[in-house]
Every structure is written in structure tokens, then in C-alpha cells.
């Protein structure tokens, strides 16, 4: 029996594909399905869940091919950073407790985190989480968390329920479970034990000092929070901050002269006061229009896809019908097999009799899984011919669909182009009444900002069209930008569905051939096994 060296088996290791596989094969089940398993290495971009704990690691690395997983454990190791986890970007629980780590960072892509776990390490402030909107429950306990006001930054997290900081510093000082109570009034557990209602009544009771200041901060960011979730809806439907008056605020940004202009008088500001009105109100129709055409969308692009998962979900119960009858009916086979062979061990059939029962069995077998191979693809070419016709017919509909909105897009960027060459013809009238006023009577005090327009007519007509020249180029900017975005959007979400439709037949493709490859070897197995038997009886004979 071989001896463990115990001081190699605590020897500190880095991530990498042998340590992974291994951890994989260790998590596969026990018998026959745990074998076809291990012998068929799962692609690793398809694993959802691996355990590496317990395996003296020191740094993370090598999982930035696992772009699958959502859970990951790598509890009870000997790692000293986070890092290298950024392409993990479907991860929804990490277990990194029982670890060296001190400090909370490389963490800005898991944003679908819902369970977070640092449970004995040596952090010191809870930092760097702003983007684990979905956090539910985050356990932090047996660190070296001193400051209350770590509690203040968990505020941001408003889905969390479950809360555990026992065992830190600041943990251990008198009204702390209250104060957490009191600060984060949606949690429900803190150290895996239901907060009672007196608990958080005592909390705001004592710490009400502390509580409304901090009150006032969350609702500024929240409000923050949704203005930038709202322009992150607004972009889907190419309409962002078409609400507000943001655009018109872009005409005026880097227009030197156009601000200048403004000083000639009442009537300008008349001009402007109007042109404001009528240009955000234009703005807020093409906004209107961005969220009518998204939610026609949204709900063809939501009834496409449940009716394709829903044909793949039917194709792939007939396959699994279709392997289930195949196996079925291969068992049956391979009794037979076994029944001829221990009748010729028994000596009740002699080599000739033997040989001709096997082959013709044999035979069928292979017949059968070549029919089943014809039948499983058969299956799959169908599946793959009409999700292809379906995606092509949807990109031509999700065209027409984009096209009518840029239709009314534009239509509506042609009257905000109308409104500012009204705009710049009236001030252009001004400004020349205004040189011709200022040029008749020489009393007249030209505005500071004027001095440089009002020189000569050449120089008037010159800033007007130069402030022209701005407002058209930011308004035209615009809408490039909307045509482009929703251009690319059909554009990409029909390379989309190609792409991964060829990756979907080609996997299932490697499915069926191995599926039926591994049957074939079986029956191999099965039949060679006793033709060895057979030649070294035959060779005792002589």
C-alpha cells in the first residue's frame, strides 16, 4: 500500500485543467452513468456547478473557460485574492469562505450573484459590491470588521434577506444586532436567525440619530439608481433621454455664437422660448414612439421564442422516446448474445452453431443502431431545418418591424430639422434689424458677447449659420445614432439565432454519433470478450 506524504498533500496548488477534471469526476454519480461520464469529458463552457474546495488553493486561475457556471465553491482553500473570476458572468452563488483573503474586490462582472459567502477570511470592509444588485444572501462573519458603518454600505442591496457578520469585532459591541435590524429594515435573518419586530423597533428607537441622515442618503441614491435604470431601458428602445430636454440642452453645449445671439433682446428670448417648447415636445414624441414600437416588439420577440423552445422541447421528447425503444430493444439483444454464449460454455452448442448465432444477432443489432442513427437524425435535420425557415421568416418580420419605427423616427427628426431652420431664420432676421439699428444710431450699447458678431454683415451672417451648422449637426448626430442601433439590433439579433441554432445541431450531432458509437463498442465488448475466451479454450485443446 503506497504511503501519503502528508506535507505534498498540503503543498499549495493553482487552478488548472487536471485539478478541474478531477474535481468534476469526483462530483459524477456512482455506477454506469458515472462511467459513460468520465470517459466523455463534458465540454467545460457547459459546466453549471464545480466544488474545488479542499484542495490547498492559492490562486484562482484557469476558470475563465467555465463561462457556464453559476454556482462555485471554493471554500476551505488557501486563497489570498479574488481575482481571475471575470468571465463568470452567469455565477449566482460563490462560496469563498474559510480562505486568507482580505480584501473584496475583481468583482464588478458577477452581477447575477444572489448568494455570497467570505466566512472566515481577514477582510476588513465590506467594499466593491456595487454592482451585486440581486444579492439576497451575503455571510461575512469571522472577519476583521471593525466600523459599524460597514452595516451603512449594505443598504444598497435592497433583495437582501439573510445577513450574517458574527464573530467580527464590530459584532461583538452591545445593540449591534438592533442597529443592523434598525439600518436594514427589509432584512429578515441575521446570523440564520429571524429578527423579531421589537428587535428593529429597539433598533430605530435608539439609533434614530443616526438613522434619518442616512435615510436621506438612500432615497438620493435611489433615485440616482433609477434614472440609470431608466436610461438603460430607454437604450433598448433606442430612446434614451429623448424624454428630457437633454437633446435640446446639446444644441446650445459647444454653440459659442448661438449663446451670444441670445443677448440681442426680448424677442430672441421669445424665439428661444418657443423653439424649447416645440423641439422637446417633438423629442418626447419620438421618445412615445420608442416605447410603442418596443412593446410590439417585445411581445413577438417573447412569442417567437417560447414557440421555437417549445418545438425544441418537442422534437427532443421524441428523441429521448426514440433512444429509450432503441435501448429497450438493445438489452433484449444483448440477453440473447449472453444466452447463446453460456449455452456454448455449457457445451450445448458446438463453434458452428455458436458462430452463426452470434453473427446473426450481431448483425441485427448493428442494423438496429444504424436504423436508430437514420431515425435520431432524421429527427434532428427536421428540427434544424425548421427553426432555420422560422428564424429567417422572424429576422424579415423583426425587419419590418424596425423599419416602421425608423419610418417614424425620421419623419419626426424632419420636422425638429424644420423647427431649427424657422429658428435660425428668425434669429438671422434679428440679428440684421439689430446691425442695421446699432449701425444708424450710435448711442446704442452692444452687449460684451455681441461685439465680435456685430462688427459687420458678412460677420452675422457667418455666426448665425455657423450656430446652424451646430444644431443640425447635433440633431442629425441623433438620429444616425437611433437608425444605427436599431439597424444593428435586427442585425444582430438575427446573427444571433443563426449562431447559436448551428451550435445547438452541432452539439446534438456529436450527441447522437457518440450516444450510438458507445452502443456499438458495447456490442463490440460483449462479443470479442468471448471470442477471446473462445481462442484461449481453443488453444488448451491442443
Not at 439576497?136 to 472577519?143: A, E, L, Y
Not at 440681442?264 to 410603442?292: N, P, R
Request: glycine residues 2%.
Amino acid at each position: 500500500m503506497a504511503v501519503t506524504d502528508p506535507c505534498k498533500e498540503k503543498q499549495p496548488k493553482v487552478i488548472d485543467n487536471d485539478l478541474i477534471y478531477k474535481c468534476i469526476t469526483s462530483q459524477f454519480p456512482k455506477g454506469e452513468l458515472g462511467r459513460l461520464n468520465s470517459q466523455d469529458k463534458m465540454p467545460l463552457d457547459e459546466i453549471e456547478e464545480i466544488r474545488l474546495e479542499f484542495n490547498n488553493i492559492l490562486r484562482i486561475d484557469h476558470l475563465w473557460m467555465m463561462t457556464a457556471l453559476t454556482k462555485l465553491q471554493l471554500n476551505n482553500n488557501m486563497i489570498e485574492k479574488v481575482e481571475n473570476l471575470e468571465t463568470l458572468v452567469h455565477l449566482r452563488e460563490l462560496d469563498l469562505s474559510f480562505n486568507k483573503i482580505s480584501k473584496i474586490e475583481n468583482m464588478e462582472t458577477l452581477t447575477k450573484l444572489t448568494k455570497l459567502t467570505f466566512f472566515d477570511n481577514l477582510i476588513e470592509t465590506i467594499e466593491n459590491l456595487d454592482n451585486q444588485k440581486d444579492l439576497t444572501v451575503f455571510s461575512i462573519g469571522r472577519n476583521r470588521i471593525r466600523e459599524w458603518k460597514n452595516v451603512y454600505y449594505l443598504r444598497r442591496f435592497s433583495k437582501l434577506t439573510s445577513l450574517n457578520m458574527a464573530h467580527n469585532p464590530c459584532a461583538e459591541s452591545k445593540n449591534f444586532r438592533e442597529f443592523v435590524a434598525a439600518f436594514l429594515p427589509n432584512l429578515v435573518y441575521y446570523i440564520y436567525v429571524r429578527i423579531k419586530d421589537s428587535e428593529r423597533e429597539k433598533g430605530i428607537i435608539f439609533f434614530v440619530v443616526h438613522i434619518k441622515p442616512r435615510m436621506r442618503r438612500t432615497n438620493n441614491f435611489k433615485i440616482i439608481e433609477k434614472e440609470k435604470a431608466d436610461a438603460e431601458l430607454h437604450s433598448v428602445m433606442f430612446v434614451e433621454y429623448l424624454n428630457s430636454r437633454k437633446l435640446f440642452d446639446q444644441l446650445f453645449e459647444s454653440d459659442v455664437e448661438g449663446k451670444a445671439l441670445l443677448d440681442l433682446g426680448d424677442e430672441v428670448k421669445e424665439y428661444y422660448d418657443e423653439y424649447e417648447e416645440q423641439f422637446i415636445s417633438l423629442c418626447k414624441m419620438i421618445f412615445d414612439a420608442g416605447q410603442k414600437h418596443y412593446q410590439i416588439r417585445k411581445v413577438e420577440v417573447d412569442e417567437f421564442l417560447e414557440t421555437v423552445e417549445l418545438g425544441k422541447k418537442k422534437n427532443q421528447e421524441e428523441s429521448i422516446a426514440c433512444m429509450e425503444d432503441f435501448i429497450e430493444r438493445k438489452n433484449a439483444f444483448f440477453e440473447q448474445i449472453k444466452v447463446v454464449q453460456q449455452k456454448f460454455n455449457d457445451q450445448k452448442i458446438d463453434d458452428d452453431k455458436y458462430n452463426e448465432d452470434i453473427e446473426k444477432l450481431t448483425d441485427e443489432c448493428n442494423r438496429l443502431i444504424h436504423e436508430t442513427w437514420k431515425q435520431l437524425m432524421k429527427l434532428e435535420l427536421q428540427l434544424f431545418e425548421q427553426v432555420e425557415e422560422v428564424n429567417q421568416n422572424f429576422g424579415h418580420m423583426l425587419g419590418d418591424l424596425i423599419n416602421g419605427f425608423v419610418e417614424e423616427a425620421q419623419a419626426i427628426f424632419s420636422q425638429i430639422r424644420a423647427l431649427e431652420v424657422n429658428y435660425f431664420e428668425n434669429i438671422g432676421d434679428t440679428a440684421n434689424r439689430f446691425l442695421t439699428t446699432i449701425n444708424m444710431n450710435e448711442d446704442i450699447v452692444i452687449p460684451e458677447s455681441l461685439e465680435n458678431i456685430m462688427c459687420d454683415k458678412e460677420a452675422v451672417v457667418n455666426a448665425t449659420a455657423a450656430s446652424h451648422d451646430v444644431h443640425m449637426q447635433v440633431i442629425d448626430t441623433r438620429e444616425d445614432t437611433l437608425v444605427n442601433r436599431a439597424k444593428n439590433y435586427v442585425e444582430n439579433f438575427n446573427t444571433n439565432l443563426t449562431q447559436e441554432e448551428i451550435k445547438r445541431n452541432r452539439y446534438k450531432l456529436l450527441e447522437i454519433n457518440h450516444f450510438l458509437d458507445i452502443q456499438g463498442e458495447e456490442l463490440m465488448d460483449l462479443t470479442t470478450d468471448n471470442a477471446i475466451i473462445l481462442d484461449i479454450d481453443d488453444l488448451e485443446l491442443f
